[in-house]
Structure formats: structure tokens, C-alpha cells
């Protein structure tokens, strides 16, 4: 049996442990939700207020290039390049997840409809994010009659899905659910095997898991930044074009900041070279530049001890909640398989809402997903083994006495 000495002794041995000191963790709270909002480091709230008070107060316009906000998508793009097992120059910070996804998807049909125009079949799961679905479902309502996203029901229905006729398959690499993690490589391959490209959303992975797009034979892949990258709430996300498909990249969001010569402002459009073509519009530079903040902790670190201490923490989660919890309705829907398991773990309750909402009343900050799942997610470089045992702890209480409101009014955000 595990006790909380155990789990102390083990934070004083954690070589990340340091670096919990460089998030602004509030004094009661023990953060599981840092797969749906990253804390903030402690250095993001002096650099806002510089970018603020100095670059846009002080200096105003001049510092598009006295301070480098022009170049901020890319330099961060470098930056955030080996998280991903991407190179320099092929990865841009910049608009949303779901707007990036547009492009990507844009792109890789527009690749099809050149190489094999019969293709128009994008393969997703139905568990996908929602978003991901919707955004592949407006694109090809937009193009010419006979494009098609079909969904499948779960990762083994995917080899007998993709066919001849698939153009793109678009997979999240952690599921937001359940934590079920793929395998790239794999899935990669299958989709190559059959003349598909794919599309990976990297939201729950960037920061949290080992990547190799390169290695593992991505053809494009997007993210978001305010997960386990810690950027902040609404960060900007990124995008990743390899350099061999660069030349011929393409989407119809073809904004000046995409333009060979955005200044020249010339009335016809010409795309910029390398990975510029993935940009749109104007920056938001304050939110830009907090980004910047949580990578930096990354740099102090590497992914292999991320991966190592992240395994370790969910493992401790689901052998404390199946032993002290063991006699409640709880049912564990995320894999214990290492290599199948993201850095979340879910489970389910009758209540669940109700149950996470007394959570979150004690402290323990996790959240909710549809249907009756509660979602705790684990950030290494912040969350500390004494965290998980005194999460379950206050998850026994609350199941032991009942003490959840199964009429608990819904919020907005859940």
C-alpha cells in the first residue's frame, strides 16, 4: 500500500520538482487541469506587462522591429520545434487550433486533388474534439459536391476505414476523453499505405508526450499552446509544415502577413517562401509573447524526464483511486498500457458533474466531459506526487459521504 510519506520521499528525489517554483500556483489548490488550461509561469506577468508598458507604451509601432514582433511566430515556432521532433523553419505560432486545422486540411486536399483528384474521403473518429469534426465538415461544404468526412467508432475500425478513396486522415494523437494515446508511426503509415496523407492535432500532446513528426512520418500537424505548454488562456496555437511540402502549400486564408511582400501591398496575392504560407493575419503580440514563457521551462528540461515523471504520476492516480476508492462506481476509461496512455486520466461516475464540481469546491480543480466522465490531468513540471495523494483523498471523502450536489446547476464551461 501506498502512503503519503511515500509519495513525499518521492518528490524529494524528482528532479523536476525545482521547477514547480517557476508556476504561480494558488495556496489550497492542487491543479489536475493543466490538459485543458496550463498554469502561469511566474515570468509570463512581468513579460505582459513589458510588451505592455514599454514595447507598445513606450515605443508604439516601432517595435514591429525594434523588438521583433514581426518575427515572433517564427522564432517561437524554433523554439517550440523540438518538443514536436520538428526542425527550424517549419513551425509557426500563430491563430487557433481550429483555424490552423483549416489550413492544414486546405492544403494536404489541396495536394490530393493535384496527385489523385478521385480522392475526397477524410477519415476521423468520432470521438474526436469536436471542433476537428466541425471544421473538416464546414471545408467540405464549402468545395465542389462529393467530399465527405466519414467517422469511425473507435482506433481498431481505422486499418478497414481508409481506402482508396481517402484523401486525409485527421486524427488527434491523445484522445481529449479518454487520455487513449495512438501510434503515429502506425497510423501514419497506414494512411501512406493506401495514398492518404494525415493530419494530427497535437493539443494534448505538445509538452506532455515524446513527439517525432518527422520520425514518425507526419504529413502536417497543429496544436494549441495554453494546454501543457502553459502559454495562457486563448493562446495563440501553432502549426507544423514540413519543409518538403512547403513549396506546394496552400488554404484559402491567404492574409497579408502569408504575402511574399506584405508591404509592398500589392493587389494581387504571392506567397512568402518556407513556412511563412502558414501564416494569415495581423498577431496578437501580448498573447504571443507569454507564450514564450511557458517554453521557456521547457528548455530546462527535456521530454524524456517529462514522459518518465508524467507515467509515474498517472500510474500513483489510478492505483490510489482503484485502492481507496475500490468500493464506489468508478470506471477507468483511460489505458494503463504506457504506451497507449497520454498524461490524463479519466474516470467515470454516475455523477460525475456533481462530483468533480465538490472536487473543485475542496481544491482539487479537474473537469468534466460528456458523458459522465471526470477528467484529471497531470503536468510534471508542476503537479507533485504529494498532489495525487491528496487528491484522492479528497475524492474518497466526497464518495464516502455523499458530499456532491447531483443537482448541481451547469456551467457554461464544464
Known sequence: MISRPDCLARDAADTLAPLREQFDLPAGVIYLDGNSLGARPKAALTRAADVIAREWGKDLITSWNSA????????????????????????????TTSINLFKALAAALHDQAGAAPGRKLIITERSNFPTDIYMAQGLTNWLERGYEVRLVDSPEQLAGAVNADTAVVMLTHVNYRTGYQHDMAAMSALAHQHGALIVWDLAHSAGAVPLDLHGDGADYAVGCTYKYLNGGPGAPAFIWVPQRRQEKFRHPLSGWWG?????????????????????????????????????????????????????????????????????????????????????????????????????????VIGDYREPEIMRFGFTPLYTSFADVWDAVEILKQILDDKAYDISAARGAVT
Not at 518575427?71 to 500563430?94: H, I, S, W, Y
Not at 492505483?319 to 490524463?344: F, I, K, M, Y
Open 259 to 363: 504575402h511574399a511582400n506584405p508591404f509592398a501591398m500589392a493587389p494581387d496575392f504571392a506567397p512568402t517562401s518556407g513556412i511563412g504560407r502558414a501564416l494569415c493575419g495581423t498577431q496578437p503580440i501580448t498573447s504571443l509573447a507569454m507564450v514564450e514563457c511557458g517554453l521557456d521551462v521547457f528548455a530546462q528540461t527535456d521530454m524524456a524526464a517529462i514522459r518518465a515523471k508524467s507515467l509515474a504520476l498517472t500510474d500513483l492516480f489510478i492505483d490510489l483511486v482503484e485502492q481507496r476508492c475500490a468500493n464506489h462506481p468508478l470506471g477507468l476509461v483511460t489505458p494503463r498500457e504506457h504506451a497507449r496512455r497520454g498524461s490524463q486520466v479519466s474516470f467515470t461516475h454516475p455523477h460525475g458533474y456533481a462530483v468533480m464540481q465538490a472536487l473543485i469546491a475542496r481544491g
Open 68 to 95: 521583433g514582433w514581426f518575427e515572433m511566430p517564427k522564432r517561437l515556432g524554433n523554439q517550440l520545434a523540438p518538443l514536436l521532433g520538428a526542425r527550424d523553419g517549419e513551425v509557426v505560432v500563430t491563430d
